[in-house]
Structures are given as structure tokens and as C-alpha cells.
């Protein structure tokens, strides 16, 4: 099977998916104005010399703040604090949580089939977004361990952060060696490497990166840890129930989990913004050339490395994210269609190996995408 798909031609495939989405998402008017330069008012006044000085010196100030910031690729990002980028989540937690959560958990009913024991994945919800209701599930509120499903929420994170695509961050072998040693999947992004966030958000959902998901976090929030904590704050912004984020890879560990359910509600939360949605449906992409990498790096999806997304009777599968720890087992959110044009998303995490977990998407897609 996996030969088979392995020597397909997707291009004309996903070439017709990728059209089907808009331009990605840039900043909101709003976020632009609040980092563009404000202009000098044209009204003159006349201030007194003591004004003058104060002034004088409050600009001293604000320039060596500005120099100590610059170029800190380099720096040990954990101990840096961003209380602008905190702050601004948490001022807008209430306004983000009443536009994002309403509608995205489903609501089970009495039509909500138990799923067959054929079906071997642990952890299952499947969703028809159009009804708003949950088709099929089992132990769809248990804990278990996310792996690199996690990576749908770090993009989700990281879209909302980003003001400027084409900024840059330069990767350090203090960066990267480490996620080697933790045998973490990768990207490719080498030492001095000054990789575009557009790039980094390829990176993470692709092949899968942690380098890449470990960049967006110190570019955008300082350090890991505080980008985790802008994580968190989006999952209590999603009405989460139980899931909770120790770090942006999805690496293992006992308080990093969630739920097939809020899984759920986090890919069509990703589903909404056009960019991140692009993103889990692209099949390959070649990253900027740089120094480092002069062809750059094409990245392919793992997700549709092992199937076309078509193999379901009656629906297609369009996009969506794997994930694998020893703890976790194999995980795949997803998202497709109907071939009536419902709207579906469909969650397997706790599978026992990599191709039942495979059959089991297509075989739910088939029996209940309809």
C-alpha cells in the first residue's frame, strides 16, 4: 500500500485543493496600527524646558531598551520576558473566546453511533461540521497524549502572533542538537539558517518539524515556555476541557495532554483561518533558499506520504496533521468532505500501529461521511 501511493503524481491534486483556499491571512487592520508608527500631530504646542528634558531623557531610554533587544537569536530565550505579547493575549481572552468557541464542540445525540470494535484506533470523534454533530465516537472525552497533532495548535498559536511573515529567525546548533538528542522529527533547518515564518509554519506541519515549531516559539513569545503559556491561553480561549500544553512539538510528557474531543474543536478552530488551513492541506512545499539550504528544503506532508486522500468511499480526505510518541501511539486529526459536499473532521488518536491507524481514517470517512 504504501508503494502504491508513494509512486502516485500529486501535483494536479493538490494543486486544485490549494486553489480551493484564499490568499493566506495577513494581520488584522488592527494589528497593523498597533505596530506601524504613529504619525506627529501638526499642532504645535509649547512646552516648558523642564518638558524638554524629561523628554530628552525618556528617548535615551526607550534607544538603549531598543539596542539591548536586537539580534537575540542567539540568546538563552527561556529566561527572556515578552510581557507585550502575553499581555496582549490575555486582554483579549473574553473577546477571542466568544468569537472562536461558539459552535466548534459538537453535540452528541441519540443518533451518535458507537463505533465497531474493527476500528482499532482507542480514541475516536467523528464531526459533520455542517449539522454540527458528532456522527460516530468512542472514549472521545478520555485523556491520552497528543504527539504532533499538537503542531495544529502551535500554528493556530503562532497565526495570531505574527505581524510581519517575512521576518526571520536564525536557528543555532543550541537550538536544534538537543532536539536530536530527544530523537524529535525535523525540518531540516541548519546552523545560521535565517528561515521566514512562513517557512517555519510549513516546517512544523509538514515533516512534522520541531526545530520549526521551537523557532516560531522563541521568534514570536522570547522562549518556549512562554510561547507554551500563549498555548494555554488558547485552549482556555477554545473552551478546552481538558487538554493542556508542556510544550510546541508534542515530545512527551505526563501533564501534555487532551482529548479526542477538544482535538476536535482545535482543527476546525485551525479550519477557520485560511492560512492555517492551507497549511494542513498542502501536499509539498519548497522552502526559501538560503545559504545554508541554496535549493532550499522541499517539505512533504506526512499526512498524504501513506495515503491520496481519496481512497474513502463517498468523501475525501483534504488535509490534516499525524503524530506518534511511544506513549501516545499513532494519532491523525483530519479533515474532508463528503462527495455531497458536508463538511467532516475526524480524530483517531491511541492507534496501535501506523497503517490501522491509516485504514482506520478511510474506513471512518467511508462508513460515515455521507
Known amino acids: 500500500m504504501s508503494e502504491q501511493f508513494n509512486n ?4 494536479d491534486y493538490f494543486s486544485a485543493i490549494e486553489k480551493s483556499f484564499e490568499k493566506r491571512a495577513q494581520p488584522k487592520a488592527e494589528e497593523k496600527e498597533i505596530y506601524s ?3 506627529p500631530s501638526k499642532k504645535r504646542l509649547r512646552l516648558r524646558p523642564w518638558v524638554y528634558a524629561a523628554a530628552i531623557s525618556l528617548a535615551a531610554l526607550i534607544v ?7 539580534n537575540t537569536d542567539n540568546r538563552e530565550y527561556d529566561d527572556i520576558e515578552i510581557p507585550s505579547v502575553a499581555e496582549s493575549a490575555q486582554n483579549t481572552t473574553s473577546e477571542v473566546k466568544e468569537e472562536n468557541s461558539i459552535g466548534l ?13 474493527d476500528i482499532e484506533s482507542e480514541n475516536i470523534l467523528v464531526i459533520n461540521c455542517d449539522t454540527n454533530k458528532v456522527v460516530a465516537s468512542r472514549n472521545a472525552t478520555a485523556r491520552c497524549y497528543p504527539a504532533s ?5 502551535t500554528i493556530l498559536t503562532a497565526v495570531e502572533h505574527i505581524t510581519d511573515y517575512n521576518k526571520t529567525f536564525t536557528f543555532s546548533y543550541e537550538i536544534t542538537d538537543p532536539l536530536y538528542v530527544q530523537e524529535a522529527t525535523m525540518a531540516g533547518f541548519k546552523d545560521k539558517e535565517a528561515v521566514n515564518m512562513t517557512d517555519m509554519l510549513y516546517g512544523a506541519i509538514l ?3 520541531a526545530d520549526a515549531t521551537v523557532g516560531l516559539a522563541l521568534s514570536i513569545a522570547g522562549g518556549e515556555k512562554e510561547f507554551v503559556k500563549l498555548m494555554n491561553q488558547k485552549a482556555q480561549q477554545l473552551g478546552l476541557k481538558n487538554t493542556h500544553f508542556t510544550n510546541s512539538s508534542g515530545l512527551f510528557d505526563k501533564n501534555h495532554y487532551t482529548t479526542a474531543e477538544d482535538m476536535a474543536v482545535i482543527i476546525r478552530a485551525a479550519m477557520e483561518n485560511d492560512l492555517c488551513k492551507k497549511i494542513l492541506s498542502t501536499y509539498q512545499y519548497t522552502t526559501k533558499k538560503t545559504a545554508q539550504n541554496p535549493d532550499g528544503i522541499e517539505l512533504t506532508s506526512t499526512l498524504f506520504s501513506y495515503m491520496y486522500g481519496t481512497e474513502p468511499d463517498g468523501a475525501t480526505i483534504l488535509g490534516g496533521k499525524t503524530g506518534f510518541v511511544s506513549e501516545s501511539g499513532y494519532c491523525i486529526a483530519s479533515f474532508g468532505k463528503s462527495d455531497s459536499g458536508a463538511e467532516y473532521v475526524c480524530i483517531t488518536l491511541k492507534g496501535v500501529s501506523l497503517w490501522p491507524t491509516i485504514y ?3 474506513d471512518l470517512y467511508s462508513r460515515y461521511a455521507k
Open 8 to 11: 502516485k503524481d500529486y501535483g
Open 37 to 39: 508608527a504613529r504619525k
Open 64 to 70: 538603549v531598551v531598543s539596542v539591548c533587544n536586537i
Open 105 to 117: 464542540f459538537a453535540e452528541f445525540s441519540d443518533k451518535t453511533t458507537e463505533i465497531d470494535s
Open 149 to 153: 497533532t499538537t503542531k495544529i495548535m
Open 207 to 209: 515533516p512534522s518539524g
Open 360 to 362: 482506520d481514517q478511510i
